[in-house]
C-alpha cells in the first residue's frame, strides 16, 4: 500500500527558513528517486526538487542554492530544507516519486511566506 504523509510546513516571514519532510511507504519508492513538488494557488503543480540513487539531487532554477533535499532511506522519509524563503515560494508543497506517480500524492503541507 501507498502512502505519503507532508508535515513541518507552516507561515513565516521573507528570509525565513522550514524543513518540510515526507514519510512514505510502499515497495515501490525503494526502486525510485523521490522528488517535492509545489503548487501554488491556481496553478498547475510544478517540479521543485529530486534526490536519485546515489544522492544526485536536481532542483528548479528558481529554489537552487535556497533549498536542500535529503533522503533517509532507513526512516523511509525524504526531506527539504528551504532557507532564504521568498513570497513567491508560497505553495502547497507535495512529495512523491521522481517521476511521480500520478495516482499516488499525499496531502500536502502548506507554506506560505510573508512579504
Known amino acids: 500500500q501507498v502512502e505519503l504523509v507532508e508535515s513541518g510546513g507552516g507561515l513565516v516571514q521573507a528570509g525565513g527558513s522550514l524543513r518540510i519532510t515526507c514519510k512514505y511507504s510502499g515497495r515501490i519508492f525503494d526502486f525510485n528517486g523521490m522528488g517535492w513538488y509545489y503548487q501554488a494557488p491556481e496553478k498547475q503543480r510544478e517540479f521543485v526538487a529530486s534526490?536519485?540513487?546515489?544522492?544526485?539531487?536536481t532542483y528548479r532554477d528558481s529554489v537552487k542554492g535556497r533549498f536542500t533535499i535529503s533522503r533517509d532511506h532507513a526512516a523511509n522519509t525524504v526531506s527539504l530544507q528551504m532557507n532564504n524563503l521568498k513570497p513567491e515560494d508560497t505553495a502547497v508543497y507535495y512529495c512523491?516519486?521522481?517521476?511521480?506517480?500520478?495516482?499516488?500524492w499525499g496531502q500536502g503541507t502548506q507554506v506560505t511566506v510573508s512579504s
Open positions: 512523491n516519486a521522481y517521476p511521480p506517480i500520478p495516482t499516488d
Open positions: 534526490i536519485g540513487h546515489g544522492g544526485i539531487t
